[in-house]
């Protein structure tokens, strides 16, 4: 089962959904990260949960 590693992130209610997803796309595309979560608030702040998969590396036994 893979393993995956997490990051928080809170977006403000001023932000503007067209903003929201510029900023989820960069680090999508740039950190690797894919949504996870994301949670409304009803002030229209959300806060979401970025997963990436943790690829360990095998030693060699040679």
């Known amino acids: 089962m893979p ?3 997490f990051r928080e992130m809170y977006v403000p ?13 960069d680090e999508a595309e740039y950190g690797h ?4 979560r994301v949670r409304l ?5 959300r806060r979401v949960r970025l997963r990436r998969r943790i690829i360990r590396q095998v030693r060699a036994t040679w």
């Open 3 to 5: 393993e995956y590693e």
């Open 13 to 25: 209610r001023g932000v503007s959904r067209r903003d929201a997803a510029r900023l989820l796309t």
């Open 33 to 36: 990260w894919e949504l996870d």
């Open 41 to 45: 608030y009803p002030d229209g702040s």
